[in-house]
């Protein structure tokens, strides 16, 4: 785990707390913010859904029925946004006999705390596919390395947590040589360049990034190699596998999923793409495990619904019904993360699952547009930073990506 542990002997790291809560260890969350902020987000893991909440103004009210809401046997943890009110409390708490720590960092610290998956595939197939998840902020990555050479390409990894993929690598003995982004990401900063860039003293400045032809970049990086894909490309993992790219807009005009399969044939011959009995599906913002991308962060919302109704019908449907779907996002309010359990489920389930998937164009366009939520904070400045593909180095983003994911539309019309 990324992190390190504090010298503070009333402060506690947020990766030794998801440790804590790994291991199932009986620890007790409060969170002192105000309602207005536990609302918009919070700390959400495992068996930890909805944290304790008591602001921390009331604390200092010493009111002997509240105090009784907070077990005395067991480790309290508290948290704020950025560890100073949290810290306040925990002072507090324990000049009144209770064991308490408070999250170094608060929820800015948390968002920077990272779980790993492994994705079930077929024993025989040449590859493997692990999903690095971004806790608080529900961004999800992939490395999708080959069992043949361990070379291995990075989807959609996000900048603050771009160590996580590093960690992945080198806990498998994995070589990175090319990372992709499937769009142009509005709720996060894009770690590809600051990953590609890391990479780039291991592959003698080889390492390859790759970005959809069809969005808008304005790259000002000199530093790595920049190459921009088209539908139906392939990028080679290695001389047995490759990622199959396909356009899939609605989220983004330029969203580009990529489609990775095998089939284990009698007759000894490999297979196509098209003919394989185990795919994978990297979609990115365009379809998630119980919803679809928002189509509005780029003021077009009803040309964008329909287009994103179009791909789901004219290209995603038409894979095989086995076909797993792998997603950017989780949505932490319709589903809980679990320690190494993976997120995912296959385009037959989720044709079942998500009911509007089955609506006409205009019923899904109508809908889609009525039940938007809040646009992600600060989504335009994301925007204008992701266009430039820098590493951004020395750039702090605790308060820049503030907030759960807001990239799915709601479940239920409004």
Same mark, same amino acid.
């Given at each position: ?127 493997? #596919? ?129 489609? #990775? ?63 797993? #779907? ?89």
């Amino acid at each position: 785990m990324n992190g390190e542990r504090t010298g503070n002997s009333q402060e506690i790291a947020p990766n030794e707390l998801k440790k804590k809560i790994d291991n199932h260890e009986d620890v007790f969350i409060l969170d002192v913010r105000t309602p207005q902020e536990y609302e918009s987000w919070k700390l959400s893991y495992d068996n930890h859904q909805n944290p304790k909440l008591i602001p921390v103004d009331r604390l200092f009210l010493n009111d002997s029925n509240l105090l009784k809401e907070i077990p005395k046997d067991k480790e309290i943890v508290t948290v704020c946004s950025h560890g100073n009110r949290s810290m306040i409390a925990a002072r507090l708490l324990n000049q009144l006999g209770y064991n308490v720590k408070s999250v170094k960092g608060g929820m800015a610290g948390w968002n920077k705390v990272y779980d790993v998956a492994e994705i079930g595939v077929p024993k025989e197939a040449p590859f493997r #596919i692990c999903q690095v998840r971004r806790i608080s902020k529900g961004c999800m990555g992939y490395v999708v390395s080959s069992k043949e050479d361990d070379t291995a390409v990075v989807i959609d990894p996000s900048r603050e947590i771009y160590e996580a993929f590093l960690n992945v690598a080198k806990e498998n003995g994995l070589k990175i040589i090319k990372v992709i982004d499937t769009h142009q990401h509005a709720d996060h900063v894009s770690g590809v360049a600051k990953l590609a860039k890391s990479l780039s003293s291991e592959t003698n400045g080889k390492t390859l990034a790759y970005f959809s032809s069809l969005e808008e970049y304005n790259s000002q990086n000199t530093e790595i190699n920049i190459n921009y894909i088209k539908d139906g490309e392939q990028i080679e993992i290695s001389k047995e596998i490759s990622l199959r790219v396909i356009h899939t807009p609605g989220h983004t005009n330029g969203s580009m999923s990529f489609l #990775i399969s095998y089939s284990d044939d009698t007759d000894g011959k490999k297979s196509t793409q098209a003919n394989a009995q185990y795919s994978y599906l990297f979609t990115g913002d365009t379809l998630f495990v119980d919803s679809v991308g928002r189509p509005d962060l780029r003021e077009e919302a009803k040309k964008y619904a329909g287009l994103l109704y179009e791909t789901y019908h004219q290209k995603i449907v038409q894979l095989p019904e086995n076909t797993v #779907i792998l997603p950017a996002h989780f949505n932490g309010s319709s589903i809980t993360l679990k320690h190494a359990v993976p997120i995912a489920d296959t385009i037959g389930s989720l044709n079942k699952k998500i009911k509007f998937l089955s609506m006409t164009h205009d019923e899904f366009v109508h809908f889609i547009t009525d039940t938007l939520p809040s646009r992600p904070m600060n989504y335009k400045t994301i925007i204008d930073i992701n266009k430039k593909i820098l590493p951004f180095d020395d750039m702090q983003m605790p308060d820049l990506e503030a907030g759960p994911n807001s990239c799915a539309v709601s479940l239920e019309p409004r």
